[in-house]
């Protein structure tokens, strides 16, 4: 009982600096003038590469997260955080392709099957049931059609971070895609990760996301990177 709660008082406290740690670190750009106006800038100037840092560590964040739920630590040997925020990164970077295509080309779609003026509505700055419907149609048809193979791409090099223990340079090494797609757990991916996080939590989510101004669409998506790490934590338990 005793060892029980101390090994209980220890969790609480990684649990405690871990969240002081991620206020440190992101309470400035909330707080500070400076901070904010220096973001807001570089990101105007600098989408793709903002993308890279953003999902980097928010994301890279969530799958820690996932983590201590899974396992009950934030970090453990062969883990990999470095090649696990590089992965995130340049994913990060393909999502906001993927926003900024189908954020576009949904609306031409919507107005060639009748719809009309779906491109305006969806740029207004006001809010309506239209654009709602817009919004709507842009994230279902990103998550049917890109969130998939995202999701896919993401768990082989999870994987492959895994078996090559963790490190940058196991990670430059070829990826044994054909191994690894035999041992992917297809039932669970399909059955919880495709059939029920995309129509139940992703559809929705992003629907939110591309309501809000373009410049605040790929921080917002990378947010929800967050959790995506809880939900990976879940699906790892199903697993």
Same mark, same amino acid.
């Given at each position: 009982?005793?060892?029980?709660?101390?090994?209980?008082?220890?969790?609480?406290?990684?649990?405690?600096?871990?969240?002081?740690?991620?206020?440190?670190?992101?309470?400035?750009?909330?707080?500070?003038?400076?901070?904010?106006?220096?973001?807001?800038?570089?990101?105007?100037?600098?989408?793709?590469?903002?993308? &890279?840092?953003?999902?980097?560590?928010?994301?890279?964040?969530?799958?820690?997260?996932?983590?201590?739920?899974?396992?009950?630590?934030?970090?453990?040997?062969?883990?990999?955080?470095?090649?696990?925020?590089?992965?995130?990164?340049?994913?990060?970077?393909?999502?906001?392709?993927?926003?900024?295509?189908?954020?576009?080309?949904?609306?031409?779609?919507?107005?060639?099957?009748?719809?009309?003026?779906?491109?305006?509505?969806?740029?207004?700055?006001?809010?309506?049931?239209?654009?709602?419907?817009?919004?709507?149609?842009?994230?279902?048809?990103?998550?049917?059609?890109?969130?998939?193979?995202?999701?896919?791409?993401?768990?082989?090099?999870?994987?492959?971070?895994?078996?090559?223990?963790?490190?940058?340079?196991?990670?430059?090494?070829?990826?044994?895609?054909?191994?690894?797609?035999?041992?992917?757990?297809?039932?669970?991916?399909?059955?919880?990760?495709?059939?029920?996080?995309?129509?139940?939590?992703? &559809?929705?989510?992003?629907?939110?996301?591309?309501?809000?101004?373009?410049?605040?669409?790929?921080?917002?998506?990378?947010?929800?990177?967050?959790?995506?790490?809880?939900?990976?934590?879940?699906?790892?338990?199903?697993?």
């Amino acid at each position: 009982m005793h060892v029980s709660a101390l090994k209980s008082k220890a969790m609480k406290k990684q649990d405690f600096l871990f969240i002081l740690g991620v206020a440190v670190v992101l309470l400035p750009f909330f707080v500070s003038e400076p901070v904010c106006h220096w973001y807001h800038s570089f990101n105007a100037g600098h989408g793709m590469v903002m993308s &890279f840092f953003k999902f980097a560590i928010l994301s890279t964040l969530g799958e820690v997260i996932g983590l201590r739920i899974s396992s009950g630590v934030y970090v453990r040997k062969g883990f990999g955080i470095l090649p696990r925020m590089l992965v995130w990164g340049i994913l990060g970077m393909g999502i906001n392709v993927a926003m900024i295509i189908f954020s576009n080309g949904t609306p031409v779609v919507l107005q060639y099957l009748g719809m009309q003026d779906a491109v305006g509505i969806f740029h207004s700055d006001g809010l309506s049931w239209e654009k709602v419907l817009v919004a709507f149609a842009v994230s279902v048809a990103m998550n049917t059609f890109f969130a998939p193979v995202f999701m896919t791409l993401h768990k082989i090099t999870d994987i492959h971070i895994i078996e090559n223990g963790g490190t940058l340079a196991g990670f430059f090494r070829p990826i044994k895609m054909r191994e690894i797609m035999m041992k992917l757990n297809w039932g669970v991916l399909w059955g919880f990760v495709f059939k029920k996080t995309i129509p139940l939590f992703w &559809f929705p989510a992003h629907t939110i996301t591309f309501l809000l101004p373009g410049n605040m669409r790929v921080l917002c998506a990378a947010l929800l990177g967050v959790i995506l790490g809880v939900l990976l934590a879940v699906g790892a338990r199903k697993n």
